[in-house]
């Protein structure tokens, strides 16, 4: 089994320096959640997302995880901010105290399309990079080892997350437990399960520590590489221009309101 | 040399020691086998010797452990940790996912400590060669099976080093044959001078493989000797340990009055072929 979303294949994205994606997926919603107006995160995502993930063979995965991620968010948004948006004017549709409002939906579309950057552009990142790459390239670029395990071993939680829940579930069938296909039915059935699974990965957790330390993980000794982290001139230089153009939104935006 | 004199050891907030009154020695470049029931404090013992206790879980430890003179205590776990290697039971928690071949997981504590990348790149070969591993360095860790995850969770040890290993019930949770490789590696480790004391309650394998074997039982050592001493002991179903398949036998043909009473009791296949093959102790 594996413990990451990672999906390797030989493409420009995965090449480049696990720091470069991180400062741009920083960026990129920095930049959608300065300019509150819908066409910047559609911009961004026909711009950048959508292009990245062609060039990465990655977007597949991304379609099927990030749909499984958004489809619930946007209906729950766009159902209540579509219907209980209070300044709305243009009444669509209405139903006793409910009005889908034109107002409602664009304040939906300019959330919803926010949520849609920043799910889409993470999951590009975790697809893309490799949390072994990510932990090397923080660290050589001057973060803490133990600050930089914590940020790649995240990118692994839901894989493991999702393996240990599974087999929980099933040992629980297999003594009996009838799970319903009524989705808020099921949710109360499969509740008393979160116990044993947090209780589980806690064990994990311990174990995995005492695993790390008896490799030097606690050293302070500066860290090698057994492979180089890539990275290039305009990498490093795209690293200080990406941020200057976000900080120049957010300038613009809120300084003045000129976006 | 490890050594224990009187160790005990009580962890934090708890009402009753884990350990107490431990005395052992351990001879370097020997197999040492612990036996013990479930309880027995045979994870402790493990993390003791290993470093771990009382650095990282805290608590009291008294008395002395020491690996080649140092006193465990003393060092800092990343002193520890170069002097004794810790294998755990759980092949797939070892593995650090931080690195997506066997070979930079292989190399994954020589980055921690800073090694040059040649030295590590050539380490990481001896030891894979040693093993005989060399065709998984290229696999993902993941895509190995669980004999030969704990291979690599114990390459990724001797990488760096350490005279000592100790293995905490390294095979609980693999199958038949990943249980015999990981045992097939105990003699290449003690051929290579490695000092191991193996944690395990598979008795036939540690009667096939240990120089010495030491029971654990009531938090502290109740007997030790050679494998063959050990394991016919009649003491040890008392301390919930069992018996081998061969010993067993034995002493049901003794009930039945088949073998003799002064017929010392096999532990292995060899010996119960010479009592049984041979009727020996008058079969009737």
Known sequence: MSSTLYVERPSAVHRLNPVTKLVALLCVIVVVFAIP??????????LVIVPAAVISGCGGALARIGGQILLPLLVVLVLVQGLTFPGGQTVLWRWGPLALTTEGLMFAATIGARIVVLVLSSVLLVLTTHPGDLMSALTEAGMSPRFAYIISSTLQLIPSFRARADSILLAQQARGLAVPRNPVRRLGVLMPLLAPLVLGMFTDVEERSTAMEARGFGSTAKRTTLTPVRDSRAQKVARWVMPAVALLAVVLQVGWGLL | MIRLDDVGYTYPD???????????EVPPGSITGVVGASGAGKTTLAKVIAGFIPQVEGGELTGSATVDGRNLAELSLVEAVSKVGLVIQNPFNQISGARYTVR?????????????????????DEVAALLRITDLLDRSPYALSGGQMQLVA???MLVLRTPVLVMDEPTSQLDPAGTRLVFSVLDTLEEAGVTVVIFEHKLELLQAHADRLLVLADRTIALAGTPTEVLADERLSGWGIGATRYTRAARLARER?????EVPLPVSFDQAAAVFGTGAGGAR
């Not at chain 1, 107006?37 to 026909?46: H, I, K, R, T």
């Not at chain 2, 009055?257 to 009473?261: C, D, Y």
């Open chain 2, 14 to 24: 708890a009402p009753a020691p884990a350990l107490q009154h431990v005395s052992l």
């Open chain 2, 104 to 124: 930079g997981e292989i190399a994954f504590g020589l980055e921690n400590l800073g090694t040059p990348r040649a030295e590590m790149a050539a380490g990481v």
């Open chain 2, 154 to 156: 114990i390459a990724s």
């Open chain 2, 257 to 261: 009055g088949l073998i003799g009473a």
């Open chain 1, 37 to 46: 107006q819908w066409w910047a995160s559609g911009a961004v995502l026909l």
